[in-house]
């Protein structure tokens, strides 16, 4: 689980992390839940779920 694993970094480190994950999802056979509000980094995912309020919205 991460929550705002890239929120302070800059754009260069936000891609090295999201490697990371995807060598961690692909090699080693693990799900990742993250949450962010960087919308280039979910764009990269797999799969978005889009909450307001505690409630899944999309």
Request: net charge negative; aromatic share 6%.
């Amino acid at each position: 689980m991460g929550d705002e694993p890239t929120g302070n970094l800059d754009s260069n480190n936000s891609k090295n992390v999201f490697q990371i994950f995807k060598q961690l999802k692909e090699e080693q056979g693990l799900s990742l839940l993250v949450v962010t509000d960087d919308i280039d980094f979910a764009k990269r995912t797999d799969r978005i779920i889009e909450m307001d309020d505690g409630r899944i919205i999309a």
